[in-house]
């Protein structure tokens, strides 16, 4: 059978996947081995509204490459998908789109047509990242496609909010949160995100004190909140301010009297040592207060603008405003000491990247004592979860859960779990999973249900149980029985807390299991400028772009290849990098394809192979070829060292053992060395029926078919494409557990390697052959030798290796294009000769005869002169400490390894020159 001469990915990639899917290939049930150990990995579930990313594309990468290896293996394997239904953002949506299509609100429509549109919205628009899924060869279960307002998924979430409730883990209160006056909701803590401003403004405002000429003065990056202050503490040891402690200030703008109290919480030697007190509006004023019973005075309204409490002159200004004008008057009442240029810090919702306010709101929160407790305890007496990488992020995660505050759940939202919570007309509160049951808890009363939804990640906590049936009614199914815990979690740092965390929490109380047994972390996939991709940066990389670039396994496995856990900078000749890889391999399969006449893959061929190795004839020396007995050996230490990578989730360290088997030993050795053996038929072949051909044939078919099953967890539409096309490939090379399903390399046996097979002295004196004809190739290349011309290679070494190259004269001569080989304990050669050295010999090339001396030692000096001069150029940028300083840390690296280069380069060709004399 002949392969195309190029590779095409789309082709293989639209036929494949589908077939996968409609044969169930992916479903645990396609194994019918009832011994088979279960294997399950859940998706982190993306939102409905989003497309693939980058950071997506990787972590799909690691999941499915380990879920295709574990169904391999032979486990009863379970990868299921699912999506969220993203509260904030499909909201967002919703609201653009009605306001674009209809110029309304959402209030003009009402809530129930509102959450209408939305699942209209989800179904137009929701399915587009699981679409994005199929196209990257995710094997998941479709089947189980879990989204987290399915029907059980909805009864999971108010089963799971009434039993908290009524174990008191859940209460109602008033607390000081995190407000987004852009999308009018409370945002969790780690729903906030930090950005650094070097352009604000530390305000010193000076207070009167009454009944005296005293003023005092606070600093405040807030001006605006001083509407709201209610007290302005200070230390009590403050000498400076022991005697105004109790005393009265008439607060500016507001005409309202405050007192001066003493807490510990002041620092007297930060700033003036005197803090504005306004509990209303700050999380740290808010519990001053409640130590000293302050007036909450809350002072904004929920969009961000100054409400009637701040005054008749700032009613209904926004906040920033509000802020310029409070400066501008305490300066007219000659009450502004100074305004100082300042670092500050401020709060911005991650979503909407709008200035987060800190105000006092009645919200419904989670108590996260036993709740941290739980979770601290599986990781002290199970090290669960397993992190991988463990530092920092074991350290990381204990730390946040022992200083866990509480939750807030709830959300001003229309879309989203409502919750489960009514209130009568006096205001009292019945919380129930139905409206019906709430009703008969209130005696019969007319009932209004909390306008508030729950925080997303209440319902994503319960996805590692929820997804397998468990719905609070429903708490036995065998889907979960069989797969949970779930094996492995993958999944980025930036949401350790928000989901890991609550998942491992809520597993616990309400299954008693712990939700995964490992975690990997990924790192962040950076721009090309190494920066976070966003769309302010414009450096974004679509996986989808690079699909259509380079095709879907090119893309994997480099992502792959750098998924290591430490962030990394995207780079698309890495990708190209591996498209070329895929090239090769369809170049190589294509010559094997080219020259398998009368064969076919062949298991037993390898194995009798192996028996020869091992029972060599009286002499010693095995009746298989070193090459043969090399490619067996390497197929099988790699076999053996990638499934200890993948155990060990080092995806880079196994892409890099499978390249360097496929490029360097297979493709670049292995092929060239039987090259004849398989393409020859002359007389001896005629005679002996061409045996020794055919059986070349067959060994090299076989050791390809072993290798791209290997590749395939990584590389699946390419293997998959090669497998089909392979003579003798057929469900009998199926794992037991996949007998009877079509033929497939996803149901293969994954190769786990021999340790019997492992041929030392083979691969010691392949190598010693190899770099021995790397090194001829070396010399032929520095000193501009035409491979037109053939030349005397003289070669010293012991007798082991003299032996070894007498055997593989042939060989060496053929692949070195060389015209004779001398081999003896000692190198007798003219002082002109080019020499090298390897780990078990000494060459030497003599040069005349073969090179223009005159001419060579020119171009040599020319040479030395071009790159001493590029390291010169290069070593006095690396001597100058203010670049170095401010240069681009890679910048410098690379300047250095460039220098490092250069040196050797250098070397090299002073070592040329000299041998021409």
Known sequence: MELDKAYDPKSAEEHHYKRWEESGFFAPEINTDPEAKPYSIVIPPPNVTGSLHMGHALQHTIMDSLIRWKRMLGYRTLWLPGTDHAGISVQRKVVEQLKKDEHKKPTDIGREEFIKRAWAWKEQYGNTITEQMRREGASVDWSRHRFTMDESLSLAVRNVFCTLYDEGWIYRGLRIVNWCPKDRTVLSDLEVKEETKKDGKLTYLKYPVMDSDQTIT?????????????????????KRYKDLVGKTILLPLTNREIPIIADEYVDAEFGTGAVKITPAHDPNDYLVGERHGLEQLLVMNLDGTMNAAAGAEFDGMDRFAAREKVVAMFDELGLLEKVDDYEITLPVCERCKTVVEPILSEQWFVKMDEMRDMALDLMKTEGSPHFSPRVPHEKVYTNWLENLKDWTISRQLWWGHQIP?????????????????????SGGKDLTQDNDVLDTWFSSGLWAFSTFGWNGDVTETDDLNAFLPTDVLVTGRDIMFLWVSRMMMLTKKFVDKTAFNDCVITGTVLGKDGKPMSKSRNNGVDPIEMFDKFGVDATRIYLASIATGADIRWNDVGVETYRNFANKIWNATRFCLMNAEGAAVDHKSLESLLQQAKEPPEGGTPSASLADRWIVSRLNRTALDVNAALGKYEFHSAVSLLYHFFWDDFCDWYIELVKDEITSWGVEEERSGGEQNLAAKVRILTVLEIALRMLHPFMPYLTEELWQKLPGTSNALHHAAYAGADATIMLASFPPGDERAIDARAEAEMSAVIEL??????????????????????????????????????????????????????????????????NDARLAVPLEGLIDFDGERTRLANQIAKLTEEKTRLDGQLLNANFVDRAPAEKVTELRDRSTELESQIATLNNNLEALD
């Open 218 to 238: 606070v600093a405040t990056t807030r001006p605006e909140t001083m509407l709201g202050d209610t007290a302005v503490a200070v230390n009590g040891s403050d």
């Open 421 to 441: 919570a009514w209130y009568d007309a006096e205001g009292n509160v019945f919380v129930a999973r139905t409206e019906e049951e709430a009703v008969a808890k």
């Open 773 to 838: 004809i790397k090194k001829v190739r070396n010399i032929r290349a520095e000193m501009n030798i035409s491979t037109a011309i053939r030349f005397t290679v003289h070669v010293a070494a012991d007798a082991a290796f003299q032996d070894v190259f007498r055997a593989n004269e042939a060989q060496i001569l053929k692949l070195a294009k060389a015209a004779e080989l001398v081999i003896g304990d000692e190198l007798d050669v003219p002082r002109a000769s080019a020499k090298a050295v390897t």
